[in-house]
Nanobody
């Protein structure tokens, strides 16, 4: 299983970015797919995920500013991030959880300047 993420970059505080992730390979029974992030010196944390059935979960910091969408039949997700803050600077990782296990993409850097 491979995950290809794109859309990271440098943006000023208050700006927007849109992340995309597509999974390919031997994928059966996708349970959930979404985004996590890891800032320097901190643990990886959930940003948002979409579950089988279309249910979307957001972390508290993402509610109201980030919009998660996805098509699990195509194993593709998007994350629209608006009103970005400097504390949003991190490597953002795409994750897919399927019957055979959990898989991670390589990550895409998001840097928010103040």
């Amino acid at each position: 299983v491979q995950l290809q993420a794109s859309g990271g970059g440098l943006v000023q505080a208050g700006g927007s970015l849109r992340l995309s992730c597509a999974a390919s390979g031997n994928i059966l029974n996708t349970h959930r797919m979404g985004w996590y992030r890891q800032a320097p010196g901190k643990e990886r944390q959930l940003v948002a995920i979409v579950r089988n059935g279309g249910i979307i979960d957001y972390s508290e910091f993402a509610k109201g500013r980030f919009t998660m969408s996805g098509d699990l039949s195509k194993n593709t997700v998007w994350l629209q991030m608006d009103s970005l803050k400097p504390e949003g600077t991190a490597v953002y990782f795409c994750n897919i959880r399927i019957r055979s296990g959990s898989y991670w993409g390589q990550g895409t850097q998001v840097t928010v300047s103040s």
